[in-house]
């Protein structure tokens, strides 16, 4: 029973293009994440938004958007895709009480831009 | 800008050893502390934090120690085991909502 998963877990795409990554979590979770996991395994924060708030990380092109349907849903859009895409990309959930701060990560999503 | 840094790449241990993991930040204003464990082909899963009001924090055969005035955090395993195998992630936070992540130490336990 998967707490947080992510489709497709490997994504292959030509640069110009437009894709989605989709994220689930089943955890009741009030906050969710996206993560960019460069060349160099550098984790870096893209997004995190709950219900109240989107907190963009100001270094992330505005190619980049997040759509949330719902709470247990963060998907990431990807416009005009770029050979510097080329990542893995991981969704993360957390919920934020008292000093309960971990995130749960998703699988992984590796978009190759060719 | 990297504000936490993990600067061993890697680290290889005997079985039954103390692993030792270090980790250095820049921003004074992190106060929470986070260490992540990362296999191949899976998302990074929690393993222990670590708040500034504490200097060390034990679970199991894991313990971190926080020295603030140095910036300095570590993971201690005692002992190591082969299922310990992997990338081991330490992230920071200001806020509890936006962690900074170092760039990971590959840990290898060998039997």
């Known amino acids: ?33 996206w993560y960019k996991q460069d060349s160099k395994k550098f984790l870096k924060i893209m997004f995190s938004y709950n219900n109240k ?5 100001e270094t992330v092109p505005n190619r980049f958007s997040p759509k949330s349907p719902d709470k247990a849903h963060l998907n990431l859009h990807i416009n005009s895709l770029e050979l510097g895409d080329s990542a893995v990309y991981f969704c993360a959930s957390s919920a934020q009480q008292g000093l309960s701060y971990e995130q749960y990560f998703g ?8 | 800008d990297q504000q936490v840094k993990q600067n061993s790449p890697s680290l290889s241990v005997q079985e039954g050893r103390i692993s030792i993991l270090n980790c250095d930040y820049t921003n004074s204003m992190f106060d929470y502390f986070l260490w992540y464990k990362k296999y191949p082909a899976e998302g990074p899963t929690f393993l222990i934090s670590i708040s500034s009001i504490k200097d060390k924090n034990e679970d199991g055969r894991f313990t971190v120690f926080l020295n603030k ?5 570590s993971l201690h395993i005692v002992p ?19 962690f900074y992540f170092g760039t990971g130490t590959s840990l ?4």
């Open chain 1, 1 to 33: 029973d998967t707490a947080v998963s992510q489709t497709p877990k490997y994504l292959v795409t030509q640069m110009g293009n437009d894709k989605s990554i989709k994220c689930e979590q089943n955890l009741g979770h009030d906050t969710m994440y």
């Open chain 1, 53 to 57: 708030e989107l907190i963009i990380n």
């Open chain 1, 107 to 114: 699988p992984g999503t590796r978009l190759t831009v060719t």
């Open chain 2, 69 to 73: 005035s140095a910036k300095h955090l």
């Open chain 2, 80 to 98: 190591s085991q082969p299922g310990d195998s992997a990338v081991y992630f330490c992230a920071a936070s200001a806020d509890g909502n936006q």
């Open chain 2, 108 to 111: 290898t336990v060998i039997p």
